[in-house]
């Protein structure tokens, strides 16, 4: 779309660059001085050429060397085509084609978002017309409609700006609330895969206890602890957990372990594949522990992810009670 625009915008400012050239060729009357006249129009033409289709990378703004070569045709111009003529022949409509052109390459200086530099121009060029026209002749013939060009030109520039970064804005926006809605919806997965894990979980453990009338078996009430103490590792540390360390956990459990899951997002940030390493590593450290309590915490903290102790009963000092300390590390040694 904004290829399309300044494809369209290019064209017609070439266009009537071409038609003010035409202009002022079309002589009624020879210079006095053709060759300034002529010089003037080559002058013109290489200035808007320039300021049209010169461009820096990736920026609509006007290059520098642009700029300054229009802010030199606009002084230049105007003098060389009035100096080219008698005085009674400058306002003669093939004499005043420079305020057009001139009017032409400030609004151009402008949507190439330069307008400093095309204020200047038509400044110079109202300065210009009144000192060799006149400023009243000057208005009359055609120094009104340069100004409403250029100040046309200012506006669109600054709509068409606002609109680009309304429209930006609400592309953000549309952006966020889609990453939102994203997010909305894989919790929604995951609070439905733990609901029916909590039923797969509790649900036979229930189903026994009312069919028993709340009278278990040691065995039944064992596992009645093992389920309850899953569905709070699914609720505190689900990011933590794996089969192998679910599977780890309940064995630890069934040897008389107490075993708490902390997670405080020490997992956030750590990509998928880190993940599962470490997973897979807290899995083997509870393979192995021995401890009467085991405290398993992913607490933020820019190195260590996820920390295991355990602790033995009958310690004499808290220090002594600790028989295990594993840490995970965010990245991979």
């Known amino acids: 779309m904004r290829r399309t625009v300044r494809s369209m915008t290019t064209a017609l400012a070439l266009g009537f660059a071409l038609y003010f050239a035409a202009r002022a060729i079309w002589w009624i009357e020879q210079p006095t001085a053709p060759l300034l006249m002529v010089a003037a129009i080559g002058l013109y033409l290489a200035a808007v050429l320039t300021a049209v289709l010169t461009s820096s990378a990736g920026s609509v703004r006007m290059p520098v060397g642009a700029a300054v070569f229009a802010l030199v045709a606009s002084a230049v111009v105007p003098a060389f085509a009035s100096i080219a003529l008698e005085r009674e022949m400058r306002s003669a409509p093939f004499a ?16 190439r978002r330069n307008p400093i530099v095309g204020w200047v121009s038509l400044g110079i060029l109202i300065t210009a017309a009144s000192a060799y026209l006149g400023i009243g002749n000057a208005f009359e013939l055609g120094l009104v409609g340069s100004i409403t060009w250029v100040v046309v030109a200012q ?61 278990l ?114 990245t991979a040694d």
């Open 96 to 111: 005043t084609w420079y305020i057009g052109a001139i009017g032409l390459l400030a609004v151009v200086c402008v949507v």
């Open 155 to 215: 506006l669109l520039v600054l709509f068409w700006d606002r609109a680009v970064r309304d429209t930006e804005r609400l592309a953000d926006v549309q952006r966020a609330v889609s990453a939102w809605h994203a997010t909305q919806l894989v919790r929604q997965r995951e609070r439905r895969v733990r609901a029916q894990r909590a039923l797969a979980i509790a649900g036979p453990v229930l189903s026994r206890t009312v069919a028993a009338h709340g009278e």
């Open 217 to 330: 078996t040691p065995e039944e009430k064992l596992e009645a602890r093992l389920a309850e103490g899953t569905m709070r590792d699914e609720l505190r540390g689900a990011v933590l957990l794996n089969d192998a360390v679910r599977q780890a956990i309940s064995d630890a459990r069934r040897n008389g372990t107490v075993v708490t899951v902390f997670d405080e997002g020490g997992l956030d940030g750590v990509d998928e594949d880190r993940r599962s390493e470490i997973r897979d590593e807290l899995a083997t450290v509870l393979a192995s522990v021995h401890s009467n309590r085991v405290i398993i915490r992913a607490g933020r903290d820019d190195e260590i992810a996820v920390t295991v102790v355990g602790r033995a009963a009958g310690g004499a000092h808290d220090d002594d009670a600790v028989d295990l300390w594993h840490e995970i590390r965010r």
